[in-house]
């Protein structure tokens, strides 16, 4: 039988400083039939949801490169959706399977040009559409290569290496023929880092030697920051000539009601440095060819991917926190329900 209704999370109030799942979002019912397909676009049962930091970024009012979610609107996310139907002129057809932002929602009406039919490379299936095929994957990619311009022989340091972006900037970086520098925030993800995937040696940033046993390592080519506060400012004092900083996340101050800034950045100057942001939309054109080189790393076995699954829409605020919490290790999805992921 087919449902009547369908659930949503909204946001309910911004937060100030850390989310406050049970004041910050709401779950809400609504009827299946009020979700109607317009011209090009699609109404899809969502399977999948993509929990990435960068949503942190969306709850504050403020001038970004995506508009923030409004109060009241269903809570934005990527994710994966089976489509159920097809509004006049779509591009896509009952029972595909497309990535897009669907937001925290059982079913979704999403518009044919910001979504894309998954077509899962050999020895891929569709989930990694939301890491290392989708936008973890892409940016990390774009970010090392183009911003970073790594390669061979130059030291690469990761900061958030256990995360989907940074897991794999240090394969990437492996493959180019750095040396590879993971920092992470327990010892089972260093561990993960050094045995599984390969990286030269993994840095716990809670120890108490933590400073100290990075210093010992040397100073570094190309620095892939995705925490930002205190870990940045310590690898602006350990820069080689001509490094190349480059800003993806600031996980550590996304909570922070008055952020933190650095103060070592006059090594910027002395070591003729660059830091340098980015944005993935900025290279939609050239996603074809990110997808075929790392699709073929994972197909082959070169390149590996790790997933934390979390069980069910209404977990998702709570999931949401494990990011900010370092709770995960791999990428964060919420399940939403079944639906093909070959």
């Known amino acids: 039988m ?40 699609v109404l899809v049962k969502v399977t999948y949801l993509s929990l990435d930091p960068a949503m942190r970024g969306w709850l504050r009012d403020e001038r970004s490169y995506m508009p923030p979610v409004q109060i009241g609107e269903t809570m934005r996310a990527g994710g994966l959706g089976v489509v ?84 794999v900037v240090c394969q990437l970086g492996k493959r180019l023929g750095c040396t590879v520098i993971a920092i992470a925030g327990s010892p089972d993800k260093c561990e993960w880092l050094e045995k599984d995937l390969g990286v030269d040696k993994a840095l ?17 080519d190309v620095f892939f920051d995705n925490v930002g506060g205190d870990i940045l400012d310590f690898a602006l004092t350990r820069l080689n000539r001509d490094a190349r900083i480059v800003l993806c996340g600031c996980i550590s101050q996304y909570n922070a009601a008055k952020p933190a800034g650095i103060t070592a950045y006059s090594n910027l100057i002395a070591q003729r440095a660059s830091m340098t942001g980015f944005g993935v939309f900025g290279f939609a054109e050239r996603y074809p060819e990110a997808i075929a080189d790392i699709g073929a790393g994972v197909a082959d076995g070169s390149i590996k991917r790790k997933f934390h699954i979390v ?32």
């Open 2 to 41: 087919s449902p009547t209704q369908f659930s949503k999370i909204i946001l309910r109030s911004r937060p100030v400083a850390d989310i406050i799942p049970s004041e910050n979002f709401q779950m809400e019912h609504a009827p299946l039939s009020s979700l109607v397909p317009g011209a090009k676009q």
């Open 84 to 167: 159920v139907k097809a509004g006049e002129g779509s591009k896509f057809a009952e029972g595909d399977t497309i990535s897009g932002f669907v937001g925290w929602a059982e079913y979704a009406v999403v518009d044919d040009d910001t979504s894309t039919k998954v077509e899962p490379p050999k020895g891929t299936d569709a989930l990694d559409f939301l890491n290392t095929l989708g936008f973890p994957g892409l940016t990390a990619y774009f970010g090392l290569n183009d911003i970073g311009r790594a390669k061979k022989g130059e030291t690469l340091v990761v900061s958030g290496a256990a995360g989907a972006v940074g897991s």
């Open 204 to 220: 716990n940033y809670k120890s108490p030697t933590f400073h100290e046993d990075w210093a010992a390592l040397g100073y570094l």
């Open 311 to 342: 069980d069910g829409l209404a977990q998702a605020p709570e999931a949401l926190c494990l990011l900010f919490t370092g709770g995960n290790t791999g990428k964060l999805v919420v399940k939403v329900s079944d639906g093909p992921i070959a």
